[in-house]
């Protein structure tokens, strides 16, 4: 119960944060192209690799409850997309070249395509 209390913790202050963090990145760059998304996206990777080694070959002292925090909620509520990243790195470095594969083409074109038909079917209600 403790690992799903600082989930949806570390889940709260992810979503404010992608908030803020997209926000200054509109206002500074401006909204004619999504660099708000974007940046989001590769800062949010940056930190699950760097975490994801941290606290599991760096750090031993880190416990599950603290990765469950870092890894699953904040970067979670941050960014699904590190979620995505890490887990396609995970697959190529097991030598699943195939899943590693799908899992790009998944997350990709088939949510695009989802997406495209949710617009489609919420502009038919």
Do not use: H
């Amino acid at each position: 119960m403790t690992e799903i209390f600082l989930i949806f913790i570390g889940a709260g202050f992810g979503g404010v944060l992608r908030y803020w963090i997209s926000n200054g990145a509109y206002l500074l760059l401006g909204r004619q192209f999504p660099y708000g998304t974007l940046v989001v996206n590769v800062s949010g990777c940056f930190l699950m690799g760097l975490l994801f080694v941290l606290t599991l070959e760096r750090l031993d002292s880190i416990g599950p409850q603290i990765r469950a925090l870092l890894l699953i909620g904040l970067l979670g509520g941050y960014t699904t997309f590190s979620s995505f990243s890490i887990e396609t790195i995970n697959l190529f470095e097991n030598g699943n070249w195939a899943g590693a594969v799908m899992n790009i083409f998944f997350n990709t074109f088939i949510c695009i395509l989802a997406t495209w038909t949710g617009i489609i079917g919420g502009k038919n209600l």
